[in-house]
Protein backbone atom coordinates (compact mmCIF):
# COMPACT_ATOMS: atom_id res chain seq x y z
CA UNK A 1 0.00 0.00 0.00
CA UNK A 2 1.23 3.56 -0.44
CA UNK A 3 -0.02 4.60 2.89
CA UNK A 4 3.23 2.21 4.02
CA UNK A 5 5.64 4.35 2.41
CA UNK A 6 4.45 7.47 3.90
CA UNK A 7 5.16 6.37 7.25
CA UNK A 8 8.51 4.53 6.67
CA UNK A 9 10.02 6.26 4.10
CA UNK A 10 12.01 8.87 5.86
CA UNK A 11 13.76 6.17 7.91
CA UNK A 12 14.41 3.85 5.63
CA UNK A 13 15.55 6.80 2.79
CA UNK A 14 17.35 8.95 5.55
CA UNK A 15 20.48 8.89 4.28
CA UNK A 16 21.54 10.99 7.50
CA UNK A 17 21.14 7.56 9.41
CA UNK A 18 22.87 5.13 6.82
CA UNK A 19 21.72 1.69 7.17
CA UNK A 20 20.05 2.42 10.88
CA UNK A 21 16.20 2.23 11.38
CA UNK A 22 13.89 5.08 13.01
CA UNK A 23 14.21 2.41 16.23
CA UNK A 24 17.34 2.34 15.91
CA UNK A 25 18.51 5.73 15.79
CA UNK A 26 15.96 6.44 18.64
CA UNK A 27 18.43 4.16 20.78
CA UNK A 28 21.12 6.40 19.86
CA UNK A 29 23.30 8.03 22.69
CA UNK A 30 22.04 11.60 21.92
CA UNK A 31 25.56 13.23 23.66
CA UNK A 32 26.63 11.78 20.03
CA UNK A 33 26.39 15.93 19.01
CA UNK A 34 27.48 15.18 15.83
CA UNK A 35 24.59 13.22 14.71
CA UNK A 36 22.21 14.32 16.32
CA UNK A 37 23.10 18.11 14.90
CA UNK A 38 22.98 16.67 11.62
CA UNK A 39 19.56 15.18 12.13
CA UNK A 40 18.11 18.71 13.05
CA UNK A 41 20.07 20.07 10.26
CA UNK A 42 17.05 20.52 7.54
CA UNK A 43 13.03 19.93 7.51
CA UNK A 44 13.82 16.54 6.48
CA UNK A 45 15.37 15.74 9.43
CA UNK A 46 13.23 16.92 11.76
CA UNK A 47 10.30 14.85 9.77
CA UNK A 48 12.54 11.71 10.64
CA UNK A 49 12.73 12.53 14.43
CA UNK A 50 8.79 12.86 14.63
CA UNK A 51 7.99 9.73 12.54
CA UNK A 52 10.33 7.82 14.34
CA UNK A 53 8.53 9.03 17.35
CA UNK A 54 5.13 7.47 16.24
CA UNK A 55 6.44 4.27 15.29
CA UNK A 56 7.77 3.59 18.81
CA UNK A 57 4.62 4.44 19.81
CA UNK A 58 3.62 1.22 18.13
CA UNK A 59 6.01 -0.48 20.64
CA UNK A 60 4.26 1.22 23.91
CA UNK A 61 0.52 1.26 23.26
CA UNK A 62 0.14 -1.93 21.48
CA UNK A 63 -1.20 -4.38 22.42
CA UNK A 64 -0.69 -3.44 25.78
CA UNK A 65 -2.75 -0.21 26.27
CA UNK A 66 -5.05 -1.09 23.32
CA UNK A 67 -6.73 -4.08 23.18
CA UNK A 68 -4.61 -6.09 25.50
CA UNK A 69 -4.03 -6.06 29.10
CA UNK A 70 -5.31 -2.62 29.57
CA UNK A 71 -8.97 -3.70 28.43
CA UNK A 72 -8.78 -6.95 30.31
CA UNK A 73 -8.68 -4.71 32.87
CA UNK A 74 -11.64 -3.03 32.37
CA UNK A 75 -13.33 -6.57 32.56
CA UNK A 76 -14.45 -6.56 29.06
CA UNK A 77 -13.14 -10.21 28.91
CA UNK A 78 -14.37 -13.54 30.28
CA UNK A 79 -11.01 -13.72 32.14
CA UNK A 80 -11.45 -15.37 35.98
CA UNK A 81 -9.40 -16.65 38.61
CA UNK A 82 -11.16 -19.97 37.95
CA UNK A 83 -10.22 -20.18 34.57
CA UNK A 84 -6.44 -20.90 33.55
CA UNK A 85 -6.12 -17.67 30.98
CA UNK A 86 -2.95 -16.49 30.27
CA UNK A 87 -4.00 -12.71 31.21
CA UNK A 88 -5.98 -13.80 34.71
CA UNK A 89 -3.16 -12.01 36.55
CA UNK A 90 -4.19 -8.38 34.88
CA UNK A 91 -8.04 -9.85 35.20
CA UNK A 92 -7.60 -10.01 38.75
CA UNK A 93 -4.88 -6.91 39.35
CA UNK A 94 -2.26 -8.97 40.48
CA UNK A 95 0.10 -5.91 41.05
CA UNK A 96 2.46 -8.07 43.15
CA UNK A 97 3.13 -10.70 40.38
CA UNK A 98 6.10 -10.71 39.30
CA UNK A 99 5.34 -10.84 35.77
CA UNK A 100 3.26 -7.65 36.31
CA UNK A 101 5.87 -6.03 37.35
CA UNK A 102 7.93 -6.92 34.20
CA UNK A 103 5.17 -5.98 32.23
CA UNK A 104 5.09 -2.64 34.64
CA UNK A 105 8.52 -1.84 34.43
CA UNK A 106 8.39 -2.19 30.52
CA UNK A 107 5.53 0.17 30.34
CA UNK A 108 7.00 3.22 32.06
CA UNK A 109 10.42 2.92 31.19
CA UNK A 110 9.50 2.89 27.19
CA UNK A 111 6.74 5.81 27.66
CA UNK A 112 9.51 8.23 29.58
CA UNK A 113 12.15 6.55 26.60
CA UNK A 114 9.65 8.21 24.49
CA UNK A 115 9.03 11.32 26.22
CA UNK A 116 12.76 11.96 26.37
CA UNK A 117 13.28 11.46 22.69
CA UNK A 118 10.27 13.68 22.12
CA UNK A 119 11.58 16.29 24.49
CA UNK A 120 15.22 16.24 22.24
CA UNK A 121 12.61 17.05 19.11
CA UNK A 122 11.45 19.89 21.05
CA UNK A 123 14.34 21.58 22.67
CA UNK A 124 15.52 21.51 18.58
CA UNK A 125 12.41 23.58 17.83
CA UNK A 126 12.85 25.80 20.48
CA UNK A 127 16.36 26.51 20.01
CA UNK A 128 17.00 25.66 15.73
CA UNK A 129 14.14 26.55 14.72
CA UNK A 130 15.82 28.30 11.47
CA UNK A 131 16.63 25.00 10.39
CA UNK A 132 12.92 23.98 10.21
CA UNK A 133 10.66 25.55 7.61
CA UNK A 134 8.23 28.00 8.06
CA UNK A 135 4.96 26.09 6.75
CA UNK A 136 6.67 22.97 9.28
CA UNK A 137 7.49 24.28 12.40
CA UNK A 138 4.34 24.73 13.96
CA UNK A 139 2.96 21.33 12.75
CA UNK A 140 6.22 19.73 13.95
CA UNK A 141 6.23 21.78 17.09
CA UNK A 142 2.35 21.38 17.53
CA UNK A 143 2.20 17.31 17.26
CA UNK A 144 5.37 16.79 19.41
CA UNK A 145 3.72 18.77 22.97
CA UNK A 146 0.63 17.20 21.80
CA UNK A 147 2.53 13.71 22.42
CA UNK A 148 4.25 14.78 25.29
CA UNK A 149 1.26 15.19 27.10
CA UNK A 150 -0.71 12.04 25.72
CA UNK A 151 2.07 10.29 26.97
CA UNK A 152 1.87 11.89 30.81
CA UNK A 153 -1.73 11.72 30.65
CA UNK A 154 -1.87 8.03 30.11
CA UNK A 155 0.92 7.79 32.76
CA UNK A 156 -1.03 9.62 35.01
CA UNK A 157 -4.18 7.45 34.41
CA UNK A 158 -2.15 4.90 34.83
CA UNK A 159 -0.33 5.31 38.19
CA UNK A 160 -2.23 8.68 39.64
CA UNK A 161 -5.02 8.40 42.10
CA UNK A 162 -8.77 8.56 41.09
CA UNK A 163 -8.67 12.56 40.37
CA UNK A 164 -10.28 14.76 42.97
CA UNK A 165 -9.75 17.82 45.11
CA UNK A 166 -8.49 15.78 47.89
CA UNK A 167 -6.28 13.20 45.84
CA UNK A 168 -4.80 16.29 43.54
CA UNK A 169 -1.93 16.51 46.29
CA UNK A 170 -0.32 12.92 46.20
CA UNK A 171 3.04 12.68 45.15
CA UNK A 172 2.58 10.65 41.39
CA UNK A 173 4.93 10.92 38.90
CA UNK A 174 7.58 13.69 37.35
CA UNK A 175 6.58 15.62 33.90
CA UNK A 176 9.85 15.19 31.91
CA UNK A 177 10.08 18.78 30.17
CA UNK A 178 13.55 17.76 28.97
CA UNK A 179 15.86 15.40 27.96
CA UNK A 180 18.01 15.36 30.88
CA UNK A 181 18.57 12.06 32.18
CA UNK A 182 18.94 13.30 36.04
CA UNK A 183 16.11 11.96 38.07
CA UNK A 184 13.06 14.11 38.34
CA UNK A 185 10.80 14.65 41.59
CA UNK A 186 7.68 13.25 41.54
CA UNK A 187 5.19 16.02 41.40
CA UNK A 188 1.34 16.10 42.93
CA UNK A 189 -1.30 14.78 40.42
CA UNK A 190 -2.46 18.37 40.04
CA UNK A 191 0.45 19.61 38.91
CA UNK A 192 1.07 16.68 36.66
CA UNK A 193 -2.18 17.66 35.10
CA UNK A 194 -1.63 21.60 34.70
CA UNK A 195 1.54 20.87 33.12
CA UNK A 196 -0.51 18.64 30.53
CA UNK A 197 -3.21 20.84 30.05
CA UNK A 198 -0.30 23.51 29.14
CA UNK A 199 1.00 21.45 26.85
CA UNK A 200 -2.09 20.94 25.17
CA UNK A 201 -2.71 24.41 25.28
CA UNK A 202 0.02 25.15 23.63
CA UNK A 203 -0.01 22.62 21.21
CA UNK A 204 -3.69 23.52 19.75
CA UNK A 205 -2.59 27.26 18.91
CA UNK A 206 0.57 25.82 17.25
CA UNK A 207 -1.60 23.15 15.03
CA UNK A 208 -4.41 26.06 14.12
CA UNK A 209 -1.89 25.98 10.70
CA UNK A 210 -2.95 22.19 10.35
CA UNK A 211 -4.11 21.29 6.83
CA UNK A 212 -6.96 18.95 8.34
CA UNK A 213 -8.49 22.31 9.36
CA UNK A 214 -9.03 23.27 5.87
CA UNK A 215 -8.57 20.29 4.11
CA UNK A 216 -9.68 17.43 6.09
CA UNK A 217 -7.89 14.11 6.75
CA UNK A 218 -6.54 13.82 3.45
CA UNK A 219 -5.73 10.25 3.59
CA UNK A 220 -4.26 10.39 -0.39
CA UNK A 221 -1.12 11.48 -2.21
CA UNK A 222 -1.40 14.59 -3.19
CA UNK A 223 0.71 14.17 -5.96
CA UNK A 224 3.56 11.38 -6.98
CA UNK A 225 6.77 13.85 -6.24
CA UNK A 226 8.63 12.28 -3.30
CA UNK A 227 9.13 12.10 0.01
CA UNK A 228 7.95 15.35 0.53
CA UNK A 229 4.29 15.02 -0.45
CA UNK A 230 3.24 13.06 2.09
CA UNK A 231 4.38 14.78 4.97
CA UNK A 232 1.20 16.45 5.56
CA UNK A 233 -1.06 14.08 4.46
CA UNK A 234 -3.14 11.16 6.43
CA UNK A 235 -4.13 13.41 9.45
CA UNK A 236 -5.71 10.68 11.06
CA UNK A 237 -2.64 8.99 11.94
CA UNK A 238 -0.64 12.08 13.01
CA UNK A 239 -1.26 13.77 15.95
CA UNK A 240 -3.78 16.65 14.13
CA UNK A 241 -5.34 19.80 15.74
CA UNK A 242 -9.16 17.98 16.33
CA UNK A 243 -7.04 14.88 18.46
CA UNK A 244 -5.11 17.81 20.58
CA UNK A 245 -8.69 18.86 20.94
CA UNK A 246 -10.33 16.51 22.00
CA UNK A 247 -7.16 15.07 24.49
CA UNK A 248 -7.71 18.39 25.92
CA UNK A 249 -11.38 17.67 26.63
CA UNK A 250 -10.54 14.36 28.35
CA UNK A 251 -7.94 16.02 30.16
CA UNK A 252 -10.75 18.26 31.62
CA UNK A 253 -12.89 15.91 32.58
CA UNK A 254 -10.00 13.82 34.51
CA UNK A 255 -9.84 17.30 36.09
CA UNK A 256 -13.30 17.51 36.66
CA UNK A 257 -14.31 20.22 35.05
CA UNK A 258 -17.24 19.45 32.58
CA UNK A 259 -18.08 23.15 31.74
CA UNK A 260 -14.83 23.76 29.90
CA UNK A 261 -14.74 20.23 28.63
CA UNK A 262 -18.30 20.30 27.42
CA UNK A 263 -17.24 23.82 25.59
CA UNK A 264 -14.37 21.97 23.67
CA UNK A 265 -16.10 19.43 22.45
CA UNK A 266 -19.22 21.20 21.37
CA UNK A 267 -17.75 24.85 19.90
CA UNK A 268 -13.75 23.81 19.00
CA UNK A 269 -14.73 20.28 17.69
CA UNK A 270 -18.33 19.59 16.82
CA UNK A 271 -19.25 22.88 15.40
CA UNK A 272 -16.14 23.04 12.78
CA UNK A 273 -15.90 19.85 12.24
CA UNK A 274 -19.31 19.56 10.16
CA UNK A 275 -19.62 22.58 8.04
CA UNK A 276 -21.12 22.69 4.32
CA UNK A 277 -17.47 23.63 2.73
CA UNK A 278 -16.10 20.29 4.34
CA UNK A 279 -17.17 17.59 6.53
CA UNK A 280 -13.93 16.42 8.54
CA UNK A 281 -14.79 13.35 10.09
CA UNK A 282 -17.79 11.69 8.73
CA UNK A 283 -20.09 8.73 9.92
CA UNK A 284 -19.25 5.65 8.39
CA UNK A 285 -21.18 4.61 6.27
CA UNK A 286 -23.35 0.88 5.77
CA UNK A 287 -21.47 0.31 2.85
CA UNK A 288 -17.90 0.39 4.11
CA UNK A 289 -18.87 -1.48 6.95
CA UNK A 290 -20.08 -4.26 5.08
CA UNK A 291 -17.49 -4.11 2.24
CA UNK A 292 -17.17 -7.18 1.02
CA UNK A 293 -14.10 -8.95 2.04
CA UNK A 294 -12.48 -5.65 4.10
CA UNK A 295 -15.16 -4.56 6.09
CA UNK A 296 -14.56 -1.24 7.78
CA UNK A 297 -14.86 -2.42 11.61
CA UNK A 298 -13.23 -0.04 13.04
CA UNK A 299 -15.20 3.17 11.52
CA UNK A 300 -12.24 4.90 10.32
CA UNK A 301 -13.94 7.95 8.64
CA UNK A 302 -14.67 8.73 12.18
CA UNK A 303 -11.19 8.04 13.84
CA UNK A 304 -9.26 11.51 14.77
CA UNK A 305 -6.10 9.98 15.78
CA UNK A 306 -4.89 6.31 14.95
CA UNK A 307 -1.63 3.89 15.44
CA UNK A 308 -0.63 2.58 11.75
CA UNK A 309 0.76 -0.86 12.16
CA UNK A 310 1.01 -3.04 9.64
CA UNK A 311 1.42 -6.36 12.26
CA UNK A 312 -2.30 -5.45 13.05
CA UNK A 313 -3.67 -8.91 11.84
CA UNK A 314 -1.18 -10.34 13.91
CA UNK A 315 -2.26 -9.05 17.17
CA UNK A 316 -5.79 -10.19 16.01
CA UNK A 317 -4.73 -13.65 15.67
CA UNK A 318 -2.48 -13.43 19.33
CA UNK A 319 -5.36 -12.35 21.31
CA UNK A 320 -9.11 -12.64 19.38
CA UNK A 321 -9.09 -15.43 16.74
CA UNK A 322 -11.52 -18.29 16.84
CA UNK A 323 -8.49 -20.35 16.15
CA UNK A 324 -7.33 -20.07 19.63
CA UNK A 325 -8.24 -21.95 22.26
CA UNK A 326 -10.69 -20.40 25.35
CA UNK A 327 -7.57 -19.95 27.99
CA UNK A 328 -5.76 -17.49 24.93
CA UNK A 329 -8.93 -15.81 23.39
CA UNK A 330 -10.00 -12.35 24.66
CA UNK A 331 -13.56 -13.33 24.58
CA UNK A 332 -17.46 -12.46 25.93
CA UNK A 333 -18.84 -14.96 28.20
CA UNK A 334 -21.39 -17.47 26.91
CA UNK A 335 -22.13 -19.38 24.41
CA UNK A 336 -24.53 -18.01 21.86
CA UNK A 337 -25.28 -14.28 20.94
CA UNK A 338 -28.78 -13.39 22.09
CA UNK A 339 -30.22 -14.12 25.80
CA UNK A 340 -29.42 -12.73 29.19
CA UNK A 341 -27.00 -15.90 29.46
CA UNK A 342 -24.16 -14.05 27.31
CA UNK A 343 -23.01 -11.07 27.59
CA UNK A 344 -23.48 -10.06 23.77
CA UNK A 345 -27.34 -10.63 24.55
CA UNK A 346 -26.85 -8.26 27.26
CA UNK A 347 -24.31 -5.63 26.34
CA UNK A 348 -25.98 -4.72 23.36
CA UNK A 349 -29.54 -3.57 23.40
CA UNK A 350 -30.23 -3.83 20.22
CA UNK A 351 -29.77 -6.92 17.64
CA UNK A 352 -29.40 -4.40 14.49
CA UNK A 353 -26.22 -2.93 16.09
CA UNK A 354 -23.49 -3.14 13.86
CA UNK A 355 -21.22 -3.13 16.83
CA UNK A 356 -22.66 -6.70 17.43
CA UNK A 357 -22.44 -7.94 14.23
CA UNK A 358 -18.58 -8.03 15.15
CA UNK A 359 -19.01 -10.83 17.18
CA UNK A 360 -19.31 -14.44 15.73
CA UNK A 361 -19.54 -18.09 17.07
CA UNK A 362 -17.33 -20.95 16.85
CA UNK A 363 -17.67 -24.35 17.00
CA UNK A 364 -15.20 -26.41 20.07
CA UNK A 365 -12.50 -28.04 18.71
CA UNK A 366 -12.11 -31.80 19.02
CA UNK A 367 -9.83 -30.91 21.47
CA UNK A 368 -12.13 -29.03 23.54
CA UNK A 369 -14.69 -31.93 23.16
CA UNK A 370 -12.45 -34.38 24.65
CA UNK A 371 -11.65 -32.49 27.78
CA UNK A 372 -15.07 -31.58 28.18
CA UNK A 373 -15.83 -35.00 27.68
CA UNK A 374 -13.06 -36.20 30.45
CA UNK A 375 -14.75 -33.45 32.80
CA UNK A 376 -18.25 -34.83 32.20
CA UNK A 377 -19.69 -32.26 30.31
CA UNK A 378 -20.27 -31.13 27.07
CA UNK A 379 -18.12 -28.74 24.32
CA UNK A 380 -20.08 -25.70 23.99
CA UNK A 381 -19.39 -22.58 20.76
CA UNK A 382 -17.53 -19.61 22.27
CA UNK A 383 -17.55 -16.58 21.12
CA UNK A 384 -14.61 -14.70 18.90
CA UNK A 385 -14.69 -10.65 18.20
CA UNK A 386 -13.90 -9.95 14.71
CA UNK A 387 -12.95 -5.32 15.04
CA UNK A 388 -9.72 -6.08 13.71
CA UNK A 389 -9.68 -9.13 11.89
CA UNK A 390 -7.64 -9.00 8.47
CA UNK A 391 -9.17 -8.69 4.91
CA UNK A 392 -10.30 -11.48 3.63
CA UNK A 393 -7.78 -13.42 1.15
CA UNK A 394 -10.21 -12.63 -1.80
CA UNK A 395 -11.15 -8.65 -1.15
CA UNK A 396 -10.21 -6.46 -3.58
CA UNK A 397 -7.96 -3.71 -3.11
CA UNK A 398 -6.64 -0.40 -4.32
CA UNK A 399 -4.26 0.77 -1.94
CA UNK A 400 -6.24 3.13 -0.70
CA UNK A 401 -7.68 1.41 2.45
CA UNK A 402 -5.48 2.81 5.36
CA UNK A 403 -8.07 1.50 7.94
CA UNK A 404 -6.80 -2.08 7.09
CA UNK A 405 -3.33 -1.20 9.55
CA UNK A 406 -5.07 1.31 11.91
CA UNK A 407 -5.72 0.91 15.64
CA UNK A 408 -7.61 4.09 17.19
CA UNK A 409 -6.38 5.95 20.07
CA UNK A 410 -9.57 8.33 19.85
CA UNK A 411 -12.62 9.01 17.41
CA UNK A 412 -15.70 10.93 17.05
CA UNK A 413 -17.98 9.34 19.45
CA UNK A 414 -16.13 10.08 22.16
CA UNK A 415 -16.76 13.53 21.38
CA UNK A 416 -20.16 13.14 21.59
CA UNK A 417 -20.05 11.13 24.77
CA UNK A 418 -18.29 14.26 26.48
CA UNK A 419 -21.12 16.48 25.07
CA UNK A 420 -24.05 14.27 26.31
CA UNK A 421 -22.66 13.91 29.98
CA UNK A 422 -21.32 17.40 30.30
CA UNK A 423 -24.61 18.93 29.61
CA UNK A 424 -27.17 19.74 32.12
CA UNK A 425 -29.99 19.18 29.51
CA UNK A 426 -30.77 15.62 29.72
CA UNK A 427 -32.69 16.36 26.59
CA UNK A 428 -29.67 17.16 24.61
CA UNK A 429 -27.73 14.42 26.16
CA UNK A 430 -30.03 11.88 24.79
CA UNK A 431 -30.01 13.89 21.49
CA UNK A 432 -26.25 13.39 22.06
CA UNK A 433 -26.14 9.30 22.35
CA UNK A 434 -28.72 8.96 19.27
CA UNK A 435 -27.29 10.23 17.02
CA UNK A 436 -24.25 7.85 18.10
CA UNK A 437 -26.78 5.19 17.67
CA UNK A 438 -28.26 6.39 14.75
CA UNK A 439 -24.51 5.75 12.90
CA UNK A 440 -25.00 2.05 14.35
CA UNK A 441 -28.20 1.06 13.26
CA UNK A 442 -29.54 0.83 16.76
CA UNK A 443 -33.11 3.04 17.80
CA UNK A 444 -33.32 5.76 19.53
CA UNK A 445 -32.96 5.83 23.31
CA UNK A 446 -36.35 6.94 24.94
CA UNK A 447 -36.72 9.80 27.22
CA UNK A 448 -36.42 9.16 31.18
CA UNK A 449 -33.30 6.35 30.70
CA UNK A 450 -30.36 6.68 33.21
CA UNK A 451 -28.08 9.05 31.42
CA UNK A 452 -24.86 7.05 33.37
CA UNK A 453 -26.03 3.79 32.48
CA UNK A 454 -26.30 4.85 29.01
CA UNK A 455 -23.00 6.83 28.25
CA UNK A 456 -21.48 3.68 30.23
CA UNK A 457 -22.61 1.41 28.09
CA UNK A 458 -22.41 3.69 24.65
CA UNK A 459 -18.81 4.18 25.82
CA UNK A 460 -18.09 0.63 26.36
CA UNK A 461 -19.51 -0.75 23.22
CA UNK A 462 -17.51 2.25 21.09
CA UNK A 463 -14.05 1.71 21.83
CA UNK A 464 -13.29 -2.37 22.87
CA UNK A 465 -9.81 -2.90 21.82
CA UNK A 466 -8.63 0.65 21.85
CA UNK A 467 -8.12 0.81 25.97
CA UNK A 468 -10.16 3.61 26.71
CA UNK A 469 -12.62 1.76 29.22
CA UNK A 470 -10.39 1.54 32.20
CA UNK A 471 -9.69 5.24 32.10
CA UNK A 472 -13.31 6.28 31.80
CA UNK A 473 -14.53 4.06 35.16
CA UNK A 474 -11.37 5.32 36.94
CA UNK A 475 -12.23 8.94 36.28
CA UNK A 476 -15.41 8.22 37.50
CA UNK A 477 -14.73 5.95 40.19
CA UNK A 478 -16.89 3.29 39.94
CA UNK A 479 -17.16 0.68 42.56
CA UNK A 480 -19.58 -1.28 39.86
CA UNK A 481 -18.48 -1.97 36.46
CA UNK A 482 -19.60 -4.15 33.83
CA UNK A 483 -18.70 -7.19 34.17
CA UNK A 484 -16.59 -9.82 31.77
CA UNK A 485 -17.63 -13.29 33.58
CA UNK A 486 -21.03 -12.48 33.89
CA UNK A 487 -23.70 -11.41 31.71
CA UNK A 488 -25.98 -9.53 34.58
CA UNK A 489 -24.56 -9.10 37.35
CA UNK A 490 -22.08 -6.18 37.86
CA UNK A 491 -18.29 -6.78 38.96
CA UNK A 492 -17.42 -4.97 42.29
CA UNK A 493 -14.28 -2.87 41.73
CA UNK A 494 -12.21 -1.99 44.50
CA UNK A 495 -10.59 1.52 44.22
CA UNK A 496 -6.80 0.40 44.89
CA UNK A 497 -7.33 -1.88 41.90
CA UNK A 498 -7.78 1.36 39.82
CA UNK A 499 -4.00 2.54 40.26
CA UNK A 500 -0.87 0.68 39.73
CA UNK A 501 1.94 1.30 41.84
CA UNK A 502 5.43 2.76 40.68
CA UNK A 503 7.45 0.22 38.87
CA UNK A 504 9.98 -1.19 42.22
CA UNK A 505 13.25 -0.43 39.47
CA UNK A 506 12.09 2.96 39.20
CA UNK A 507 11.74 3.16 43.03
CA UNK A 508 15.03 1.76 43.90
CA UNK A 509 16.32 4.56 41.22
CA UNK A 510 14.92 7.14 43.82
CA UNK A 511 16.62 5.01 46.57
CA UNK A 512 15.10 6.59 50.10
CA UNK A 513 14.17 10.25 48.61
CA UNK A 514 10.43 9.95 48.01
CA UNK A 515 10.84 12.59 45.81
Known amino acids: MKIKKYIYAACLGGILLGNSSCSDWLKVNMEDSIMENSLYSNTKGYMIALNGLYLELNRLYIPSLTMGEIDVMAQYYNVTENIDHRYKIYAGYKYSDGAFESFNNNIWTKAFEIIANTNVLLEHCNENGAAISEEYYPIVKGEALALRAMLHFDLLRLYGPVFNDQTASTLTMPYQMSSSKEVQPLLP ?146 NTLEGGDSKTGTFYDDTNDWRKKMWDLVEPTEEEKKAAAEAGREAEPTLYFNKYKDFDREAVTDGSETYRYMIPLMRLSEVYLIAAECTTDPSEAVEYLNEIRRHRSCIDLGEGISKDDAITYEFAREVIGEGQLFFYYKRLGKTEIISGFSPTDPFTMQQGYYTWPLPKAEIDKRGSNAN
Open 189 to 334: AGEVLEKIIKDLEEAVTLLKSDPIITEGVMNKIPEDDGLGSYDLSYRQIRMNYYAAQLLRARAYMWKGDKQTAGRIAKEEILAPITTEELEVFPWCTEGAYIANGKQDYIFSSEVFFALYNTNRSQQYSSLFAKELSTSSRLTFVG
